[in-house]
């Protein structure tokens, strides 16, 4: 029985075998090979970072801001109530955009009736999508306790 680095010896009978064999040739028992080391125990996972109440106001600030851009920028393109959907305002977002349009379909009707005179209508119309941004930022500020 010996156990040189050219042969292994089988833990249950005790015959030598030949460097290589997966199975004992005396008994055909499996044959252990000895490992480099030990495997080591796995990591502890990492608790999840849990943000600050800065952190969570800094979020909510950033949110409020991108409604508001959104807002102003979506409604002057003539989709007046994005940002508010964005926000979570569906209903609201919905009620001003349909009636975005139709305030836009009416200024042309209006001015293809008045032969062009009401389109100067057109000039006003981004005060209300900059309107609607400040509205909807007092409005989410409010919610957050902001």
Known sequence: ???SPHTLTCPSCGADNPAGMSFCAACGAPLIFPSAAPEPPPAAPRPAHIPTAEETARKQRQEVITAMIIEIAAGIF???GIGW???GKTGQGVILLISGCAAI???AVVGL???GIGFVCFCLYPIFPVLSGIWLKSVME????L
Do not use: E, P, Q, V
Request: aromatic share 16%; hydrophobic share 45%.
């Open 85 to 87: 959907i964005f926000a």
């Open 1 to 3: 029985m010996s156990d």
């Open 142 to 145: 409010k919610d957050r306790g």
């Open 113 to 115: 009736i008045t032969g």
């Open 105 to 107: 379909l009416f200024g």
């Open 78 to 80: 003539g989709f007046l």
